[in-house]
């Protein structure tokens, strides 16, 4: 089976950083992806990673070490349309390959 | 733009009636995907299609059918709705043949009284 867990909730402040943490425990991994959805709306791909490292895009960056079973969202410059849930989901072979997903993360971004 | 589309957006129905959910995908994506998102549960698989008459089970697709006639359309059909059904659907697609990223439709949020 696959087991994912994220911060339920956080909070920071606009121009800040923020750090999003997901770990998980699955069979077959095949990578692991970051969604952002925010309030009544569809989650929207962020990242991918497959590798173990960083892959930066612009202010969100994520990384991933698969020996400690381990991800990371980076979110800097904080802006107010920040403020979503955080999806991490993790792409693994356990009959088919499929996503699991956490439960996700929401992020409210104060001034 | 290519895109994916589902509908209705909202819906409200009986206890017992059958309900069906569309989603029709302009990628030519081979890959279909249905979930459904509730409070505290995130995204659970309910069915998905790797192509054309291809169908299988997901995590919680007690309750659930699917059927795909051709590569656009992965209709989600609730043979009897039931309370515990009530929930925001989502469908994605994604290509396949090596590229996985997902990408979903606008949902649709039914509410079975």
């Known amino acids: 089976g696959q087991n994912i867990d994220q911060p339920t909730e956080m909070t920071a402040t606009e121009g800040a950083i923020v750090q999003i943490n997901c770990t998980y425990q699955?069979?077959?991994?095949?990578?692991l992806f970051w969604y952002q959805q925010h309030a009544g709306e569809a989650p929207t791909f962020l990242s991918y990673n497959v590798l173990d490292g960083l892959e930066e895009k612009g202010r969100f960056s994520s990384f991933l070490s698969r020996s400690k079973g381990y991800s990371y969202l980076l979110l800097k410059e904080l802006q107010m349309k920040d403020s979503a849930s955080y999806l991490c989901?993790?792409?693994?072979?356990?009959?088919?390959?499929?996503?699991?997903f956490g439960s996700g993360t929401k992020l409210n971004v104060k001034p | 733009d290519a895109e994916i589309t589902q509908s209705p957006r909202h819906k409200i129905t009986e206890t017992g009636r059958q309900v069906t959910l569309a989603c029709h995908q302009t990628w030519n994506h081979n890959n279909m995907f249905w979930y459904r998102q509730d409070l505290g549960h995130g995204l659970r698989l309910i069915h998905y299609s790797y192509g054309v008459h291809d169908t299988n089970k997901g995590e919680v697709s007690d309750g659930y059918s699917v059927s795909r006639s051709n590569t656009e359309d992965l209709p989600l059909t609730l043979e009897s709705a039931a309370s515990s059904q009530t929930s925001v659907y989502f469908c994605a697609s994604s290509p396949g043949a090596g590229e996985d990223t997902q990408y979903f439709g606008p949902g649709t949020r039914l509410t079975v009284l």
């Open positions: 699955t069979s077959g991994f095949n990578g």
């Open positions: 989901a993790v792409y693994a072979q356990y009959n088919f390959n499929k996503f699991y």
